[in-house]
């Protein structure tokens, strides 16, 4: 249900903020269709550490984008992107942890928001 939610969010912004097309062709592109957009098919949001390392790098940063939209007021995409991609960075950073390895994304992707001062 929750990821629901997010896409939700997602989809909302997508279709109601202005977007700029001097970024766009700069943001990845998420693996899968060719219309898919680098936010679209984050899959990792209830896996451990091990599930989010082996995960690629589109997918991780979909997932984070997930976790981004779901609790914060993003303006533009470009937002949502630089958010995301702290966000993954972080959660990618606290999994060289032994001791958090078996901890859920979901669970250190709010660790993480509280670190990077995100809501």
Not at 23 to 49: A, C, I, N, V
Not at 106 to 111: H, I, K, P
Request: hydrophobic share 35%.
């Amino acid at each position: 249900m929750p990821v629901i939610v997010a896409l939700l969010v997602i989809l909302f912004f997508i279709f109601s903020v202005p977007r700029s097309r001097n970024y766009e062709d700069k943001l990845p592109q998420s693996e899968g269709s060719r219309g898919s957009r680098w936010f679209e098919g984050g899959t990792l949001h209830d896996e451990t550490g091990n599930g989010w390392e082996r995960g690629t790098r589109n997918n991780r940063l979909a997932t984070a984008a997930d976790f981004v939209a779901a609790h914060e007021e993003i303006e533009t995409e470009h937002q949502l992107y630089t958010h995301a991609r702290d966000l993954s960075r972080c959660i990618s950073s606290q999994y060289t942890s032994e001791n958090l390895i078996s901890k859920k994304v979901s669970e250190v992707s709010a660790s993480c928001r509280v670190d990077l001062g995100f809501n």
